[in-house]
């Protein structure tokens, strides 16, 4: 059966994202230390979207098998009230995701511990100013600074993402 189709067979849950950024991290990774910044970045990006995502959809009571797609438009609304002016670049913007995370938990009164909080806020934002989805189209213009950020900000999401949700 062709890489697509055995792809899609598999069901879009939480668990299979989960995966899929581990398994993209370690390839970003891998990019990074044979010199290839731009790919790496690409995938550390997706990373970082991944993890945001699953941290909200954890954090409003998605379970590991629950389906990605049932809480995209759900996120769509909560942002329209929570963050309204913040794009959600077809559900791809750090930028939203990070947002939205931070400002539903405190609706909910339970902001982020103050030792996760400012630097969550900080490496997302330098995370946004360093990919978006759109690069796809572009060329390599990546840095060995951009590279070395987006990897410690992307491991620092990685390291911290269960303190996202729980």
Not at 36 to 60: N, P, Q, S, T
Request: proline share 4%; aromatic share 14%; net charge positive.
């Amino acid at each position: 059966m062709p890489l697509r189709y055995r792809n899609e067979s598999e069901l879009e849950t939480l668990q299979e994202m989960e995966f899929a950024a581990e398994d993209k991290y370690w390839e970003g990774i891998e990019l990074l230390s044979s010199g290839r910044g731009g790919g790496g970045v690409y995938l550390l990006g997706y990373v970082a979207e991944m993890l945001l995502k699953i941290a909200y959809f954890r954090f409003i009571g998605a379970r590991p098998a629950d389906r990605v797609g049932a809480y995209l438009g759900p996120a769509r609304n909560a942002g329209r009230l929570l963050i309204p002016g913040i794009d959600r670049e077809q559900y791809h913007s750090l930028r939203f995701w990070a947002s939205l995370l931070f400002q539903r938990r405190r609706q909910e009164h339970r902001p982020l511990p103050d030792d996760v909080a400012a630097p969550f806020r900080q490496r997302t934002r330098r995370l946004y100013q360093a990919w978006w989805v759109e690069m796809r189209y572009r060329r390599d213009r990546c840095e060995a600074w951009d590279s070395h950020n987006v990897y410690e900000d992307v491991t620092w999401l990685r390291n911290h993402y269960a303190a996202l949700w729980s």
